[in-house]
Structures are given as C-alpha cells and as structure tokens.
C-alpha cells in the first residue's frame, strides 16, 4: 500500500496514473520487438513491428502531457504490464508450433492493448474533469492509436492464426 499513500486529491491520482502508462509504454517498447522476433505470421510481425513505432510516439505524447502539467515524465513500477509482459513470455517460451506460437503471441499483444485502452479513457475523462482538455485531446489520439491496433490485431487472428492453430 506505500506505493499510494500520497494519493489524496483526484490530480495526485490522475498524476499517478500518467506515470504508471508512462512505465507501460516504455516496457512496452522493450516487449515488442521480441514479440516481433518470435512471430512467424508476416502481418503479425508487421503489426507489431509498427505498433512500436506507434508507442514510442506515444510516449512523446506523454511527454507533452507531463510538460502540460509542469511535471518531468516519470514512470512509477506497474505490476499489470509487467504480469502481461512476464506472462507472454512464458507462454511464448513453452510453445513449438509456430501458429499456435503467433496466436499466443496476438493474444498476449491484445491483452497489452485493453490495458492501455482502459487507462488511456480514464486519463481522457479524468482530464477533462481537471479542466485539462489540452490533455485529453493529446491522450484521445493515442486511445485511437490502441483501438486500431487492437482492431489489427483481432483481424490477423481471425483471418488466419486462430484457423492455423485449431
């Protein structure tokens, strides 16, 4: 519980969870490219392969949020990405055939996805709600970003991974 025992006001939660995305995006951006390495499906890895050039400029976003804010960007430890990471990989590591192992690797990439969605619409309404529609106008363009890679992503499994697999 130390990890928010200065969280009193909605901006102190609001504050907390830009650099918890913040720590996401980056561990993200260190995820991808194994998870691109691995996949064996050409879109797959193009997706992928992309969608990092996509998250560090999410992280430029973010940089002008925290600039908006008069605040350093700063990430603090987010035990979910680092679990959805961590749980990837094993799963990746215990896998031999090869569409079977790019479908675990989309569905891991999805489960990134939803948790980068959910926290990218509660900064959006949080935002606003703190009078920072500078904020959330530059958050919403990366909560499409998420969107679409999570709409790619679930067309390359059902058009062909989930079939190979099976």
Same mark, same amino acid.
């Given at each position: ?32 490219? =194994? ?38 960007? =700063? ?92």
């Amino acid at each position: 519980m130390a990890l928010f025992q200065n969280i009193t006001t909605l901006e102190d939660l609001y504050v907390h969870t830009l650099q918890d995305i913040y720590y996401a995006e980056t561990q993200i951006t260190k995820a991808l490219p =194994k998870m691109a390495s691995m996949a064996t499906d050409p879109k797959l890895k193009q997706g992928l392969e992309d969608h990092l050039q996509e998250t560090e400029g999410h992280i430029r976003r973010l940089d002008q949020v925290f600039g908006m804010l008069g605040l350093s960007p =700063k990430g603090v430890d987010c035990p979910a990405i680092d679990g959805i990471i961590k749980e990837a990989n094993e799963i990746a590591g215990d896998i031999a055939d090869k569409s079977v192992l790019d479908a675990a690797i989309a569905s891991s990439a999805q489960a990134v996805e939803h948790y980068e969605i959910t926290r990218y619409g509660t900064l959006i309404a949080w935002s606003k709600e703190l009078g920072r529609n500078d904020a959330a106008a530059l958050l919403k363009q990366t909560l499409d970003e998420e969107y679409a890679a999570d709409d790619k992503l679930t067309k390359v499994a059902e058009a062909r991974l989930n079939r190979q697999a099976s």
